[in-house]
C-alpha cells in the first residue's frame, strides 16, 4: 500500500492569494538584546495599532540573550508590503543594527511587486512544494 505524506502544490498556488510565512533569526551585538527589546516593543505596537493584514507576529529570545527569533504572518503580499511602509525604514534598519547577523526567510507566493522589493536582500524565497492539505 502506497503512502502518502502531502500532495505537490507546485505550480498551483495564485500569486495575490497566497498567506505569507517569514522567519528572521537574529544573533545579538554585545550588548544588542536591550536595544532590541525596545525596538521590538515599538514594532509590536505598530503591528497592533497599524496592520491590517498581520496574522501573526511572534518574538522569541534565547535564554543567554545572544539571539532572536521573531515569527511573521501575513494574509498576502499586500499585507507585508503595507507592514514594511508601517515599520519604515528607519526603525527597520535600527533593529538591524542589534545584531552581528540576520538572515531569514519568507514562505510562499509573493507578487511582482513584494519580490521586487524582496530583491536581493538577505531573505531567501521558498516557494511551496508540499501541503498537508
Excluded: W
Aim: charged content about 30%; overall charge negative; aromatic content about 6%.
Amino acid at each position: 500500500m502506497a503512502h502518502s505524506y502531502g500532495r505537490s502544490v507546485e505550480g498551483e498556488h495564485s500569486e495575490r492569494g497566497s498567506e505569507l510565512l517569514g522567519i528572521a533569526r537574529f544573533t545579538f551585538r554585545e550588548g544588542g538584546v536591550e536595544d532590541f527589546k525596545r525596538l521590538s516593543a515599538r514594532c509590536m505596537e505598530i503591528v497592533r495599532t497599524q496592520d491590517e493584514g498581520t496574522l501573526q507576529y511572534d518574538i522569541y529570545l534565547d535564554e543567554a540573550g545572544a539571539g532572536a527569533v521573531v515569527i511573521e504572518r501575513y494574509r498576502d503580499s499586500d499585507a507585508l508590503i503595507q507592514h514594511l511602509a508601517n515599520i519604515g525604514d528607519d526603525l527597520m534598519q535600527e533593529i538591524l543594527a542589534t545584531a552581528t547577523s540576520v538572515e531569514g526567510e519568507t514562505l510562499g507566493v509573493p507578487s511582482d511587486e513584494l519580490r521586487a522589493r524582496m530583491g536581493e536582500g538577505p531573505v531567501r524565497l521558498l516557494l511551496p512544494y508540499l501541503s498537508m492539505d
